[in-house]
Every structure is written in structure tokens, then in C-alpha cells.
């Protein structure tokens, strides 16, 4: 995401939490890459903007990822 390149404070928390959110036995199915389950993004799109198919606000993303950072500072 354009909004996480410009946020080098970001970098490793963002990989952190992409790391913690990974599917289960990603490296089993297609496309054999750690990310996140299809069904769980959406559910956390439905969540927050009350649309399954919405995309991401960039400034909520940020806004996430301090909050993550803070948080585990603590």
C-alpha cells in the first residue's frame, strides 16, 4: 500500500502484523504466500465500512498500524 511507503516508522509493524494475520498452512494453497484469508478481509471490510468489498481507507490503515505500534510498546 502507497500510504505504508511513505511511513518508514510503519515498516516493521506493518510486516508484523501481516505476518501474524497470514492464513493458516499458507504454504498448502494457492498462491502459497503468507497472506491473509479472503473471508477474513472481507468480514473486517464488513466490519468497518459496512461493505464486505470495500477497499481500505489509507488513513485508517496508518491509524491501525500506530495504534498496533503503541500498543505493543506498552
Do not use: K, N, Q
Not at 473486517?44 to 490503515?61: H, I, K, M
Amino acid at each position: 500500500m502507497a500510504a505504508i511507503a511513505t511511513r518508514r516508522d510503519l515498516w516493521v509493524t506493518a510486516l508484523a502484523v501481516g505476518w501474524r494475520l497470514r492464513r493458516r498452512r499458507w504454504w498448502i494453497r494457492f498462491p502459497f504466500l503468507p497472506v491473509p484469508d479472503s473471508g477474513y478481509l472481507r468480514l473486517r471490510a464488513l466490519t468497518a465500512y459496512g461493505d464486505p468489498d470495500a477497499p481500505p481507507v489509507p488513513a485508517d490503515v496508518i491509524a491501525w498500524l500506530e495504534w498496533c505500534r503503541d500498543d505493543a510498546s506498552r
